[in-house]
C-alpha cells in the first residue's frame, strides 16, 4: 500500500504568511496536508517547530541545540550540530505553512523550509532545508535541499511508482552529499570519492566488498585521469576543511536517468561548485558522475563515481563539453 501511496506524492511547499500573521515568539510550523493522523500531525509539528527555535537560539548563543531524543534521534543532532560548527542557521520566517511527503518504509519528508545561512556570502544565505522524519514523528535528518524547482523537475521525470521511489532515495543521497561538505565530514566524502562500490542504506554509506565492475569499461587513460584529480581534489579539500570556517557547495545541471536496457540501473550527472574563504577565494568547479544499481532495491549499490574538474591545477579552463566530454550512463559498459 505504501507504495501505492507514492503514486500521489505530493511536492513539499512552504507558504510563509504576511508579516502582521507572525507569532509573536518563536517559529510556528503547521501542517497543511500530507498526513491523517492527527495525533502524528501534532508530534511532527510540534518537533520541527522546536527544532527551528533551537536554531534561531544557537545563531544568538552559538550554544550546542539541546533537543531531547523524543524531538530527534541521537545522529542527526550531532550531524547538525556539525553544520552549525561552519555557520549558524536562522529561520527567519515566523509562521510556516508545509506539506508532508511520505517516502519509503513508512517514514515522513519535509522539503523547502526557508533558512538563512549566515556564514555565507549575502547573496547565498537564502537557502532551504528538507528534514527526514521516521515513522513515530521523531527527526531523523536535516539536510540543505537542492531546490525545490529542480526537485519538482526531477521527481515528474518519474515513469512510474518504482521509479518515483528510486528517485527520492536518489535526491536523498545527494543532499546528504552535498550537506557534508556544510559538516565537514571528511569521512564520507572520502568513501563517496572511493575507488570501491559503495552501498546507499538510507542516509548511510557502506564500502561494498567487490570494485567497481562497470570501471573495467572505462578507458585507461580515462581512469588514470580521474584518479589522479581525484587524489588532488581531496587533498585540497582536506586542506580547506581545516582553514575555512565555512564552505559554500552548490550542486546544479543535475540529471537523473535510467538505463534503456536495465531499468535497475541509473546515470546521475551534476556540477559541483564549490568555494570558500580562507586568505584569499578557494574554489573549485567539477562535473560528477555516479552509476547507482538498485537490483538490491533495500540496497542502492553505487557502481561507478567519476570526478571531472572543469580547471587545470593552473585554474586554466579545460573547456569540456557536456555533451561529448562529460561521463554519463552511455560511457560504460553494464555487465549482468
Not at 578507458?219 to 570556517?245: C, G
Not at 535510467?258 to 561548485?273: A, C, E, N, S, W
Request: charge should be positive.
Amino acid at each position: 500500500m505504501e507504495r501505492i501511496k507514492m503514486a500521489s506524492i505530493a511536492f513539499m511547499l512552504v507558504f510563509v504568511l504576511p508579516c502582521a500573521m507572525k507569532a509573536e515568539d518563536g517559529v510556528e510550523f503547521t501542517i497543511s496536508e500530507g498526513i491523517d493522523n492527527a495525533q502524528l500531525k501534532t508530534t511532527i509539528e510540534t518537533n520541527v517547530t522546536m527544532m527551528l527555535d533551537e536554531l534561531n537560539n544557537n545563531a544568538k548563543t552559538a550554544k550546542k541545540i539541546k533537543l531531547s531524543q523524543n524531538i530527534i534521534t541521537k545522529d542527526a543532532k550531532d550531524r547538525l550540530n556539525e553544520i552549525l560548527e561552519s555557520s549558524r542557521i536562522e529561520c527567519r520566517s515566523k509562521i510556516i505553512l508545509g506539506r508532508i511527503i511520505k517516502i519509503e518504509g513508512g517514514k515522513y519528508q519535509i522539503r523547502g523550509i526557508p533558512i538563512s545561512i549566515v556564514a555565507a556570502d549575502n547573496d547565498e544565505q537564502s537557502q532551504e532545508i528538507v528534514v527526514d522524519l521516521n515513522a513515530k514523528g521523531l527527526i531523523s535528518c536535516v539536510s540543505i535541499a537542492i531546490g525545490l524547482d529542480r526537485y519538482k523537475t526531477l521527481m515528474k521525470e518519474s515513469k512510474g511508482v518504482t521509479d518515483m521511489t528510486r528517485r527520492q532515495i536518489i535526491i536523498d543521497f545527494l543532499e546528504n552529499f552535498r550537506t557534508a561538505y556544510n559538516r565537514k565530514d571528511m569521512e564520507y566524502l572520502q568513501n563517496v570519492y572511493s575507488d570501491q562500490a559503495l552501498i546507499i542504506t538510507g542516509r548511510v554509506v557502506k564500502i561494498a566488498v567487490n570494485k567497481d565492475f562497470a570501471m573495467k569499461s572505462l578507458s585507461s587513460t580515462k581512469i588514470e585521469y580521474v584518479k589522479q584529480k581525484k587524489q588532488e581534489y581531496l587533498s585540497k579539500l582536506s586542506y580547506v576543511f581545516k582553514k575555512a570556517k565555512y564552505i559554500n557547495v552548490k550542486f546544479s545541471d543535475i540529471e537523473i536517468v535510467q538505463h534503456p536496457k536495465y531499468p535497475d540501473i541509473y546515470g546521475v550527472t551534476l556540477l559541483q561548485d564549490w568555494h570558500s574563504r580562507i586568505t584569499r577565494d578557494y574554489q573549485d568547479e567539477g562535473y560528477l558522475f555516479l552509476m547507482i544499481d538498485f537490483k538490491d532495491e533495500n540496497n542502492p549499490l553505487i557502481q561507478v563515481r567519476t570526478w571531472q574538474p572543469t580547471k587545470d591545477d593552473d585554474g586554466k579552463s579545460l573547456n569540456l563539453n557536456r555533451d561529448k566530454d562529460v561521463f554519463y550512463l552511455g560511457s560504460f559498459k553494464v555487465v549482468r
